[in-house]
């Protein structure tokens, strides 16, 4: 799931490489968040993540979009004095277990986010990830509930279920302080 219209790309030119299975690239609807994102194309690799802040005090692993929601918090979480490592994971499976095993090491408190439902979501494979590997880590998830979600545009959903930016703020300071 690519954060924004470079990623789709990237995805794209890497899906048609020899040797790579097929899989599905998912994307939002609405508008996109870069303006130049004609640039040249690079080859993901599947199941890789990318490291797209360092931070001390918690970790937010987000995937598709509501990256771009994450990074607005952190940076408002940082005016505040609270240092927080960002992880786009990009792929829901397979997860990048390189960069979840360095999360799980690093960190005690772990937020993921996701535009999708948390019950059986990234949420839920990263909270796996860290009980199948022993990580003593309290995960916040945030993503749709498991309930039939309400119809709005995508911002009345995103704030609804607190994921929008300022909802990420929040869960932020919550854990911290």
């Known amino acids: ?3 924004n219209e470079v990623e789709v790309r990237h995805l794209l030119y890497s899906a048609r490489l020899p040797g790579t299975d097929a899989f599905v690239i998912r994307y939002p609807r609405g508008r996109g968040v870069v303006r ?3 640039r040249p194309m690079e080859a993901i690799e599947v199941g890789t993540g990318r490291l797209l802040k360092e931070g001390t005090d918690l970790a937010v692993l987000s995937l598709g979009n509501v990256g771009n929601f994450a990074a607005e918090a952190i940076e408002k979480a940082e005016s ?5 490592e960002h992880i786009d ?3 829901a499976k397979p997860l990048d ?7 799980g090491k690093k960190f005690k408190k772990i937020i993921t986010v996701e535009n999708g439902v948390i019950a059986g979501g990234v949420g839920s494979a990263v909270l796996e990830f860290m009980n199948t590997h022993r990580y ?3 995960i916040t998830m945030l993503g749709v509930p498991d309930e039939f979600p309400e119809h709005g545009t995508p911002e009345q959903l995103h704030h609804k ?3 929008d930016p300022e909802g990420i703020f929040r869960t932020i300071i919550d854990l911290v302080k």
């Open 36 to 38: 130049d994102w004609r």
């Open 97 to 103: 277990g390189e960069l979840l095993h360095r999360v």
């Open 89 to 91: 994971l990009r792929f």
């Open 136 to 138: 003593d880590v309290e």
């Open 1 to 3: 799931s690519p954060m």
């Open 80 to 84: 505040e004095g609270i240092s927080v």
């Open 161 to 163: 279920y607190g994921f």
